[in-house]
């Protein structure tokens, strides 16, 4: 690409541009597996497969995709948390030119709906703890087949006894399939496979993935996201890391395997360089975490800031009973990274924590801190054949100068094709500007300085960041709020804990003549909205606080609450 | 607000069809570039059930844009503040169209607010039911309300945006704008009435607008169609 004032900025042996092979995604395993057949490609929670094992399950369970009579371009529904069937449901779906729509675990039946239904999901791939949810969530989609698998299938076998014993019922992992002639078990279905699937000619520009996210205002699109953006977005991470060794690094896969980010910087990204990818079921069991690092000698920790936060302060750390030198790169994301937790971070593995910037659109990752010459509190620089520019915030048409904020756009290979369905919104988010490029507009302030840094001073999009870089969009929760029948407004905000994260706070006002507690509302939300999204706080008023015209404002919501809390400190 | 655009066109009150009613509310009516007649009247406290209906004939992103919040019903008490005007300091254009069967029909309300600390400043809003978009009501709506605003001592009209209506904040650029951030997502627009804003609509239009208005804020001029009033 054309020389940029950032490029200066690039680690050494960092190209500007980079050459892409016409590979789709399920190349990238194909070449692993024939190059690195015997060296671990998973590890989880202590069960080991290799690169050929893993090879071995796609191809069986591509065949079974096959069997159900998922064909090219065929969207299947991807409800999972982390563990090895996650990756093997991905690639199987991505080896016959299936379309893989990711839904986040924590997700509501309602929520999961909205994503199947919108995407036209054929088949969905769940954990049998989802189960319950899938079957609600039945009625108005058009899903034909539900495979279902129990997280303990790729446990060691003492694990799994112990698993069975004592935790599968209570955690709600048993789930009965009798009844459902559209349910069926992975592991069934794969024993009953051929070894291979019929071949399917999958080029880089087919769609790989439809990846929900919510807009300015809430409404969750779906993000086209072809096999050439999420390949190109590995090779473009590779490139800025050039220190990374092929088949040597051991990634923590931590984030959830259905967000964009981890997707890409943990899963295909190790898979395309051969890479251990050592897959934890749940990040918020920081122990667990901690466990897994200093036993795994884990060289990658891809993570966001309030994890990086919840790692450097567990008493265990503090205590010095964890070994976490082994780690030398994180890159966080989602997030402004404080210094104090990067600086923390740094001094307990001796390595290092750079913060990137992305977005689902963009497959992630658009900039990062160069590895040797970072600078805290930016997203750093813009990756290769990746460009950006500012435009103005009203009608983003307007080149803005060095210094002065905007909203930031991007353009380069990762950028998405559009969203699903949604020409509007597509033609609203990918605009022609007068250079005849299209832009990506993020709908992120941004300022970018004089040599070429961007910082990220301002969201266009009303979002809450929730603990763990889960994005929670007011509205959402507001649209559920005025569900209830007592409820007459509501607005919802976020609260700031800490440094990054916000805890989501609901004002309301109900009824007079219904009377109702805040834990009745909350417990209303519970019901409809995953967990991260659900109020922590209820406060009832007797008016929402509107312009002249009747417009409500969440700011003077949010200027209230902390004008209170600095008086009440 | 110069454009290239094609302009409404306004119809004189003595080429309107069919000829009003003796005593009838008076409706300024005008031709939009696509042939589509459309009629602005002063909003009044008889139009509280029609507001609530059309409300709910909003899409949810319509309702959303005008009231930054996904609120399903309209509660009496905002019913009652969005129709019980004093035509003075609070001022509102309905719009509506000719139904099939001859009744007025309405499509859109455009309303501006004066701000109670600075009393050259109002606030305004506008709602257009979604099958009416893009035709150009809603600037007609705005240069309305901004003929009947200069009249009453308003110099800047404001308006809180989300970016992402398109719509309203063209016509705020038009009327040279300036736009500062408001929140996430959200933008305060503020545009100084120029002198020259009757020439957009044309000054027979605009003493057409100026005159309908003034009638509605005259305590003396009845409505043929309030009982209390009439003879």
């Known amino acids: 690409m054309e020389e940029r004032i950032w490029h200066q900025h690039y680690d050494q042996g960092v190209p500007t541009s980079l050459e892409y092979p016409d590979l789709a995604l399920g190349d990238l395993l194909t ?103 899938v079957l609600t969530a039945l009625p108005g989609t058009e899903l034909e087949h539900i495979v279902v698998t129990n997280i303990k299938e790729y446990f060691p076998p003492i694990l799994k006894v112990l698993f069975t014993l004592v935790k599968e019922k209570s955690g709600g992992h048993r789930a009965d399939l009798s009844g459902e002639p559209r349910a069926v078990w992975m592991r069934d279905l794969m024993a009953a496979a051929r070894p291979g699937p019929e071949p399917v000619s999958v080029r880089t520009d087919d769609l790989a993935v439809l990846m929900y996210t919510g807009g300015t205002t809430g409404v969750p699109k779906g993000v086209e996201l072809s096999h050439r953006n999420l390949m190109a977005n590995c090779r473009q991470l590779q490139a800025v890391s050039p220190g990374l060794r092929e088949a040597e ?30 897959i934890v079921p749940d990040a918020r ?15 990658l920790l891809p993570g966001v800031p309030a994890l990086y936060s919840a790692l450097g302060n567990h008493p265990g750390v503090i205590a010095g009973k964890y070994d976490l030198t082994s780690v030398a790169q994180c890159v966080s994301g989602a997030a402004g990274l404080a210094p104090e937790v990067q600086r923390r971070f740094e001094e307990l593995t001796g390595g290092k924590v750079v913060e990137g910037y992305g977005l689902s659109e963009a497959s992630p990752v658009t900039h990062v801190n160069p590895l040797g010459g970072g600078r805290n509190g930016t997203i750093g620089v813009p990756m290769p054949d990746t460009d950006a520019i500012i435009v103005d915030e009203d009608a983003e048409a307007t ?35 007068d250079d005849g490029h299209t832009w990506l507009h993020t709908g992120d302030v941004a300022v970018m300085s004089e040599d070429g840094f961007f910082t990220i001073v301002d969201r266009k999009k009303d979002m809450i960041l929730a603990a763990g870089g889960l994005n929670v969009y007011p509205r959402e929760v507001e649209d559920v709020l005025y569900e209830h029948p007592a409820v007459r407004e509501a607005g919802v905000i976020g609260v700031p804990i800490g440094s990054t994260d916000q805890r989501v706070k609901a004002f309301v006002v109900v009824d007079s003549e219904m ?33 002249f015209v009747g417009k409500i404002l969440r700011r003077e919501l949010a200027a209230a609450e902390l004008l209170r809390e600095q008086q009440e400190s | 607000m110069s454009s290239d655009r094609p302009r409404p066109r306004f119809i004189p009150p003595a080429d309107v069809l069919p000829r009003p009613a003796p005593g009838e509310e008076p409706i300024v009516w005008f031709e ?46 905002q019913a ?82 989300l970016g992402d209506n398109k719509p309203m904040v063209r016509i705020f650029q038009g009327m040279g704008a300036t736009f500062t951030h408001a929140g996430p997502g959200l933008v305060r627009a503020e545009a100084v009435l120029q002198d020259d804003a009757p020439g957009t609509l044309g000054e027979e239009a605009c003493a057409e607008l100026i005159r309908v208005a003034g009638r509605a804020s005259h305590p003396s001029a009845p409505r043929s169609d309030d009982p209390d009033q009439r003879g």
């Open chain 1, 31 to 133: 070449k692993a597996v024939d190059r690195y057949p015997d060296r671990p490609a998973i590890r989880f929670m202590g069960s080991e497969m290799n690169y050929r094992q893993l090879g071995e399950a796609v191809d069986r369970f591509s065949a079974a995709l096959q069997g159900l009579g998922v064909v090219k371009g065929d969207r299947v529904s991807v409800f999972m948390a982390n563990c090895p069937q996650t990756v093997i449901a991905y690639e199987a779906i991505w080896r016959i030119g299936g379309v893989a729509v990711p839904s986040n675990p924590l997700y509501t039946a309602a929520e999961f709906a909205h994503q199947a239904a919108d995407s036209g999901s054929k088949v969905v791939i769940c954990l049998s703890m989802m189960y319950d949810r």
């Open chain 2, 80 to 161: 009652r503040y969005l129709t019980e005007l004093d035509q003075i300091d609070h001022f509102a254009w309905g719009i509506g169209i000719r139904g099939d069967a001859g009744a007025i029909e309405g499509i859109g309300v455009a309303r501006y607010v004066r701000d109670t600390a600075d009393r050259t400043t109002a606030e305004v809003a506008v709602v257009i039911t979604d099958p009416y978009h893009g035709l150009g009501l809603g600037t007609l709506a705005v240069q309305a309300l901004a003929v009947v605003a200069a009249t009453r001592g308003i110099e800047v009209l404001t308006g809180y945006l």
């Open chain 1, 285 to 299: 069991d920081i122990k667990g975490l901690l466990e897994t690092i200093h036993k795994e000698r884990a060289t």
């Open chain 1, 515 to 547: 009377p109702v507690e805040a834990q009745e509302l909350i417990d209303f939300c519970r019901e409809r909205l995953a967990r991260f999204k659900v109020p922590k706080h209820v406060e009832f008023l007797d008016e929402l606080p509107k312009t």
């Open chain 2, 32 to 77: 939009m570039p696509g042939g589509l007649q459309v009629g602005l009247r002063p909003i009044h406290p008889d139009d509280r059930q029609a507001l609530m209906e059309g409300f709910q004939a909003l899409s949810e992103e319509s309702r959303y844009h005008r009231f930054l919040s996904p609120m399903p019903r309209l509660s009496d008490r």
């Open chain 1, 249 to 278: 690094e051991i990634m923590i896969s931590a984030l959830p395997l259905t967000h964009s980010y981890a997707m890409t910087v943990c899963m295909n990204h190790s898979i395309d360089r051969g890479y251990l990818q050592v």
């Open chain 1, 399 to 433: 080149l803005m100068a060095p210094g002065e904020r905007g909203v930031l756009c991007v353009r380069g290979p990762q950028v998405m094709a559009g969203y699903w369905n949604q020409p509007e919104e597509t033609a609203d988010t990918l605009r022609v500007h």
